[in-house]
């Protein structure tokens, strides 16, 4: 059925008011992010109703219902409360419908009243399940935020990428997760942060495991982030070809549970500065974000240059 959340932890809100079912009616489960506005159901159209949405109703359901007739509300009613719907909110400020209310209790089905408008219920309600059932998956790497922007910095075990994270941190700029970084899928984003057990602490070789929020202050650690590029190390191979204008190649990326993010393949070897490459790297990304690209800046130079001297 894929990840799910229950109703006991995504309820747990004062705005909201439960006036049917018992505690063991908020077992159940939410397996999809998107809320049921039940215009089609109310006038008895169910052939493709998703029953595993919450049902939300607003002001122009709670409107209907009133229209409608005893008979009407008794049918739509026990097909909405059912086992599979896991519960409805009525927002707004209204009072839930007599039959609805004994039909739930009956069923021991889960209603909530709330005073919120019915768009901020949807909209707060969809934001935290896109967050709690967004697909994820766990990659090695150090996460970092740097200028601004989520970097993930990859290589082989022991080339280095925890200390050049350190210089980073002490250069002002902030750790979301080292050694283990979870991703998750939410919109359109890939976000990033760190295993519970890991949150704020660096591990550095010869020193062991420090809390960078505890050393660097608590200005020096995020919670999450949004990852906008990779930064791939890999030892200096003389037999390989790496980028030295920056327009041999179409631009690389790697997917992350199918979302391409921007990549960057940074040779190591002695001698090289990488704290200083990666900020060099991370800015040079801002400015192609901006229409800037200098790579090509200096191709048309070239190009110029050779018009200028064939005249």
């Not at 122009?60 to 007739?69: D, L, V």
């Not at 890939?190 to 495991?209: C, D, F, H, M, S």
Request: neutral net charge; charged residues 30%; hydrophobic residues 40%.
């Amino acid at each position: 059925m894929g990840k799910s959340v229950k109703l006991k932890d995504l309820m747990n809100n004062p705005a909201y008011k439960r006036v049917s079912g018992d505690e063991e009616s908020l077992e159940r489960e939410v397996f999809v992010a998107e809320i049921n506005r039940p215009g089609f159901e109310l006038a008895g159209f169910f052939k493709h109703s998703d029953f595993r949405r919450i049902i939300l109703l607003g002001d122009k359901e709670n409107i209907f219902i009133k229209e409608m007739t005893k008979e009407s509300q008794l049918a739509c009613f026990s097909k909405l409360v059912n086992d599979e719907t896991p519960c409805i909110i009525i927002a707004k400020g209204y009072e839930t419908p007599e039959i609805l209310r004994n039909i739930a209790c009956k069923r021991n089905f889960p209603i909530f009243e709330t005073e919120m408008a019915t768009g901020r219920v949807s909209i707060n309600l969809m934001g935290k399940l896109d967050e709690l059932l967004a697909p994820e998956t766990q990659i090695h790497g150090v996460f970092l935020n740097i200028y601004g922007k989520g970097v993930i910095i990859k290589g082989d075990s022991g080339i280095g990428k925890s200390e050049i994270a350190l210089e980073l941190i002490k250069r002002g700029h902030q750790l979301i997760a080292d050694d283990a970084v979870e991703l998750y899928h939410i919109g359109q984003s890939i976000i990033g942060k760190a295993p519970t057990v890991l949150k704020n602490l660096l591990e550095i070789r010869g020193i062991g495991v420090i809390d960078a929020s505890k050393m660097f202050g608590a200005a020096s650690v995020l919670p999450k982030e949004k990852v906008d590029l990779i930064i791939q190390l890999e030892r200096w191979l003389p037999s390989r070809e790496y980028r030295r204008i920056g327009v041999e190649e179409d631009d690389v990326t790697e997917d992350i549970l199918s979302v391409p993010i921007p990549k960057i393949v940074v040779p190591v070897t002695g001698g090289r500065s990488m704290s200083v490459i990666i900020e060099a790297a991370v800015m040079n990304m801002q400015l192609k974000d901006s229409g800037f690209d200098s790579s090509k800046e200096f191709v048309n130079r070239i190009l110029e240059n050779i018009k200028s001297k064939q005249v």
